[in-house]
DNA sequence: CTTGCAACTATGATTATCATAGTGTCTGTT
DNA sequence: AACAGACACTATGATAATCATAGTTGCAAG
């Protein structure tokens, strides 16, 4: 299986039509977006994407096969594996970061806080949602931010993680007191 | 008004989470582009993206739903309707902008032409892939941005609608010399 | 009074996704 | 040695989305 098969838009000039074919739907974003946070492992990305796992594996196979994502073992006895983005995974990060401002500009209750606070690199100054820096002045690349989870969003994905081992303890052995 | 209905990710502070409930599908991102190219008419959404009549139709639905379309009739006698972005949907351009980038870098043979050159409006300038604008010297902002098709791409529409007229004439009377 | 266009809607087949359950391989505990 | 548990999946059958194709409506021009 050669990389990039026929479902990304190859037939077009367009680089919106050729992306689109790569991670033009939710499920790959928002494996891509945790694998941004550093979230490496299987049951993580299940538990925080929210999706089923036959949809993270498809997806992770996917991502994989198109030169995304890299499948690393960090452990064989029992084969376990860790997920990282390659370059072309991490250059995705605009189109992430986009989503954001978006999403919390348009689709959140007004007055809430973000879920992640973007600081400048070089000079340590909070910026705004544009990726503005009230200090220096200017847009800053995506590569001179750091974000930092909002102690509200990082409580609800640990969470997350609990609910979702629980259910697992839950369904693997349902006749616990 | 806190529409948009439960396709959202309403439960969750992660705003990626929320755009990706409205725009995280391949035909609504395209129909989007289309839009911000300027395009206004129903089957020029439908010629140049791809997508079948029912996606459009139902996308639109959507997308007008959650507030980023608006639809104006510009004709009664014979009913016709054009569509616009509304503000909301006018604020994607980041995210379109983003997926253009990442697509030209990294989904097209190297050394092809982009299929748009953006230019700095203020400048003039022509910017690079980044946004960034080698007069001023740094990330220009997508408002201060002006964007022309390349002479191939705007041929390969051309014929996209050409090709798109061509085969409904032949399908709604297939027995013309 | 027929042809044609624009903007859809209807239909039935095919695919994708979902909820739920199960498998295989190891580790750590009893 | 036996067994529970963690992890990374795969299997299955039901439900929902998407596809190709065709049809409808409302009007205008010839």
Known sequence: MGNSKDHDG??????????????GDRWSILIVRELLLGQTRFQDLQAQTG??????????????????????AYSR?????????????????????????????WCKPE??????????????????????????????????MRGQPSEAWAEERRQRAADFTDHRRVSANPNTE
Chains 1, 2 share one sequence.
């Open 77 to 105: 006895r029992p084969p376990r594996h860790e997920y990282r983005l390659t370059p072309k995974g991490v250059h995705l990060m605009p189109v992430i970061l986009a989503l954001r401002t978006w999403g919390e500009r």
């Open 51 to 72: 999706a089923t796992s036959q949809m993270v594996a498809a997806r992770l196979k996917r991502l994989e096969g198109d030169g995304l994502v890299e499948r690393h």
């Open 111 to 144: 007055g809430e806080q973000p879920a992640t606070r973007m600081f400048h690199r070089t000079c340590g100054s909070e910026l705004d949602l544009d990726g503005r820096c009230p200090a220096c002045g200017g847009l800053v690349a995506w590569t001179d």
């Open 10 to 23: 190859d037939d077009t000039l367009c680089p919106i039509a050729h992306s689109t074919g790569l991670v």
